[in-house]
């Protein structure tokens, strides 16, 4: 039984969790005002709520992905060794655990809000479509990244039921970070896209172009964070949460002094957590020193 539930963690990748956890977080304690004048019952209640949505949504998507590409996968020397193609777990349980998880994500989202709830299905059907874009679009990178972004604003509509202008700066910070690292990480598999007919920015521009598309994605992000900060008068806290994300963005694309394209995704996925974790801490600081979140609107 344990390793069986050790073979799902790997299967869906938990530890990738941290890329979107954080922005969820961080946009959960700015709507909840640092959960000042609630309960700690109540507090408790709408944090582990939305660590549900969070794990099953995910966990979803993911076992959707690995159905959807099983016979891709067992293809492709890098992914051959993946569960469904290897034979680690069954087509059968992975689809009952995608049933499972989905029956909990919509039921945990009726217990956070009205809204959430009636929104539940619609984004539980875009999240596992996203395994389908490669096989028409290029723009799959991206929408990979919507679906990651949609997070944040998942969480402060968790909240405070209702839409606002700030989450949605979120998710597309969070879209436009994401899809570059994924185009990146897309490079590894350029010629098999090709010969399997998928589509990816890799697949379709090559692997320089590729990785010039990538920063310029990046940088889009890094503007739409400074725009941010002007726009809501975020102050120092957020200027250094920008000014570290464009250092890494310098780094990783500009500065490394290897051009190895596994390391390169390594590290990505070190700034993607980096990145995450300082998003959710600036938030945290902006609000425990008083940020109007009534102004966010």
């Keep these: 039984m344990l390793k069986t539930i050790l073979?799902?963690?790997h299967m869906?990748?938990?530890?990738?969790?941290?890329?979107?956890?954080?922005?969820?977080i961080g946009s959960m304690w700015v709507a909840a005002d640092g959960f000042r004048g609630m309960s700690a019952a109540a507090t408790a209640k709408l944090v582990l709520l939305i660590l549900g949505c969070m794990v099953t949504a995910r966990n979803s998507a993911m076992s959707f992905n690995r159905i959807a590409d099983a016979k891709i996968d067992a293809e492709n020397p890098r992914t051959a060794r993946r569960h469904l193609p290897s034979g680690r777990l069954s087509r059968r349980s992975v689809w009952a655990f995608l049933a499972f998880n989905g029956i909990l994500f919509v039921a945990f989202a009726w217990l956070l809000q009205p809204l959430a709830g009636a929104l539940a299905v619609p984004v539980w059907l875009a999240l596992l479509s996203y395994?389908?874009?490669k096989r028409f679009s290029w723009l799959c990178h991206w929408f990979l990244g919507f679906s990651i972004g949609m997070s944040p604003l998942g969480a402060w509509i968790a909240v405070r039921g209702e839409f606002a202008v700030f989450p949605i700066f979120l998710m597309?910070?969070?879209?436009?970070?994401m899809g570059g690292f994924d185009i990146i990480y897309a490079t590894q598999d350029m010629e098999m896209d090709r010969k399997q007919g998928l589509h990816s920015v890799p697949a379709r521009f090559g692997i320089e172009k590729s990785l010039r598309i990538a920063l310029a994605s990046h940088i889009a992000m890094l503007a739409l964070c400074v725009g941010f900060g002007i726009f809501w008068s975020m102050g120092w806290v957020w200027w250094t949460v920008t000014g570290l994300m464009t250092a890494a963005v310098l780094y990783i694309h500009l500065f490394r002094k290897s051009n190895d394209l596994d390391a390169m995704n390594r590290d990505f996925f070190l700034a993607n957590v980096a990145i995450s974790v300082l998003v959710m801490v600036g938030l945290f600081v902006w609000i425990c020193l008083?940020?109007?979140?009534?102004?966010?609107?």
């Excluded at 938990?14 to 922005?23: D, E, I, M, R, V």
């Excluded at 597309?172 to 970070?177: A, K």
């Design 7 to 9: 073979e799902f963690g």
């Design 12 to 24: 869906v990748r938990f530890s990738h969790s941290l890329f979107a956890l954080p922005f969820a």
């Design 131 to 133: 395994s389908y874009w």
């Design 172 to 177: 597309f910070i969070l879209m436009l970070w």
């Design 290 to 297: 008083g940020g109007n979140v009534d102004a966010l609107y």
